[in-house]
């Protein structure tokens, strides 16, 4: 047996070479390699709206300058990842809309499951790719700022316990975990966000997790209908799990923007009817990756009534909520629930780690809370699925969430970065200090996958393109012009790569 998909998606322009960039204008060929059987009709969705004026590379300028490899994309995921499209290649003037849409269905055995065809690639193949043949100076140790992953040292108050209870190996842990563990989270939850006393059920409405990725993922696995009507709404630009969870589940992921224009917030009026009544689904970042903006009370409750009016599930991705800044705390989607009047929490679930508040990545800790109802469907799901936090994990968990000192001196390393950083850039560029987390999302005048490429070549620092962390709707990129830079790295890292990334943007 054999299935067909149909890929869409745009051939994008390449790199820019002197007052012209090269762009894909046509597929010329696709070229199958091992495992794909057929290659149906392509149709060419959007053209772009100018005409190339070069089909050669211009006068002086090789063709090695350019980023492209041997002149193909490889397109398509998982099973049909072995696939090759090769374009033709023109030059067009910088300020062409380059953006190309097109179409194609291939056929390859059915071995898997078709929707894993739909997942992107991550953000960090695509970055991976796009440093390929840059040649950034020697004498400058390189500077990751690309990825979030905390680099603090990871708290003794939890070490300790993960010392001490190794012996807890021989033990099948519980998927709801041991009632210590949801105590400390329903305490932490309830002063944190300044619940009433009792607010949070620890039998019924917490569970913990091994981190948010997963939870993020299973989580729709667990509420979505499948259906070809079932709408799954993201933000955009966004945490790329949101996407392949909703589309590992059976459902189309929407993506609702949250612009420069709009302050890097949600517009949830503009959303249409139809897609709320389509809508099962509903993931929130606040604070938000890459953005760093926190949506307000008031918006949450927005969305609350509108999750009590067509009945969805919201879940609200609240895993960067302890890096704030100047004692402003994020407020918290079941904060917004309870202050609105539905101590229930009906429709409303959280999410929350360990990962970041107290830079305890490795161990994968975390847990998601709220609706009752919703947590009941959630813990079946998991049963089955076996993801029960390990016994030991467990223990150093209680620790850390009972804690808030070490979490008071993470806040201050950051803030101390981030200051020390902003008052480098701020003067050559827009910089400016998130609402909390620890990126800046930072506007570049250039384009943003040429900004990182030539930041790496010439100054060793990566940043991650915006481009990748979001998807094109309606000819539309919010990433676009837009970099991530994670303050994760030490002090004096950080500073030197201020430094760095100011005189690179003074020869812009
Ligand atoms: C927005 C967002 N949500 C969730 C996660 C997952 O974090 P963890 O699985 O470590 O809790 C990340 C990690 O970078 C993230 O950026």
Request: charged share 20%; hydrophobic share 40%; glycine share 6%.
């Amino acid at each position: 047996m054999a299935v067909t998909t149909t890929v869409t998606g745009p051939a994008c322009n390449r790199v820019r070479v002197g007052q012209l960039k090269q762009v894909n204008l046509a597929i010329a060929h696709l070229q199958p390699r091992t495992g794909i059987t057929q290659i149906g009709a392509t149709e060419v969705l959007s053209q772009s709206q100018h005409t190339a004026v070069e089909s050669q590379s211009p006068p002086g300028i090789r063709n090695d300058e350019t980023d492209m490899v041997d002149g193909g994309d490889d397109i398509g995921q998982g099973l049909f990842s072995c696939l090759k499209v090769h374009f033709r290649l023109y030059y067009a003037p910088l300020e062409a809309q380059t953006l190309h849409e097109y179409r194609y269905t291939i056929t390859a055995p059915a071995t898997m499951n078709p929707d894993l065809s739909k997942l992107q690639p991550y953000p960090f193949e695509k970055l991976a790719a796009l440093k390929a043949g840059c040649n950034p100076p020697q004498d400058l140790a390189h500077i990751a700022l690309s990825i979030g992953e905390p680099k603090h040292p990871s708290p003794e108050v939890a070490l300790k316990p993960l010392r001490e209870c190794l012996a807890l190996t021989n033990d099948y842990p519980l998927t709801k975990g041991v009632p210590e563990l949801r105590k400390a989270i329903a305490n932490w939850l309830q002063n944190r966000f300044s619940l009433p006393a009792g607010a949070i059920n620890m039998e019924t409405q917490v569970i913990p997790v091994n981190g948010t990725r997963e939870a993020l993922f299973a989580f729709a696995q667990a509420v979505v209908n499948r259906s070809d009507e079932a709408l799954v709404l993201m933000p955009n630009p966004f945490y790329q799990i949101y996407e392949g969870a909703a589309f590992l589940a059976g459902a189309t992921p929407y993506f609702y923007g949250t612009t420069r224009q709009n302050n890097y917030q949600p517009d949830f009026d503009a959303i249409p009817e139809d897609v709320w009544q389509r809508c099962q689904l509903i993931y929130v970042c606040t604070p938000g990756n890459p953005t760093g903006a926190v949506l307000s009370e008031a918006e949450l409750v927005k969305l609350i009534e509108k999750s009590l009016q067509y009945d969805f599930v919201i879940a609200s991705d609240e895993c960067y909520s302890e890096i704030y800044f100047d004692g402003i705390k994020p407020t918290g989607l079941l904060q917004a629930a309870v202050n609105s009047g539905h101590p229930d929490f009906k429709n409303c679930v959280v999410f929350h780690s360990l990962s970041k508040r107290s830079n305890l990545p490795g161990m994968r800790s975390g847990f998601v809370a709220g609706d009752a109802e919703i947590m009941k469907a959630f813990l079946l799901y998991r049963t089955y699925h076996g993801c029960a936090m390990p016994p030991v994990h467990q223990m150093a968990s209680i620790a850390a969430w009972n804690d808030e000192q070490h979490v008071a001196e993470n806040r201050r390393l950051y803030q101390q970065k981030f200051d020390a950083v902003l008052a480098i850039l701020s003067p050559v560029c827009e910089a400016q200090k998130p609402d909390a987390g620890f990126y800046i999302w930072l506007h570049t005048h250039i384009d943003d996958t040429d900004f990182a490429r030539r930041l790496f070549d010439q100054k060793n620092v990566t940043v991650l393109p915006g481009s990748y962390l979001s998807r094109t709707v309606d000819g539309q990129n919010p990433g676009n012009h837009h970099v991530r830079m994670a303050l994760v790295a030490p002090y004096d890292e950080c500073i030197d790569a201020a430094h760095r990334i100011k005189q690179f943007i003074e020869t812009l």
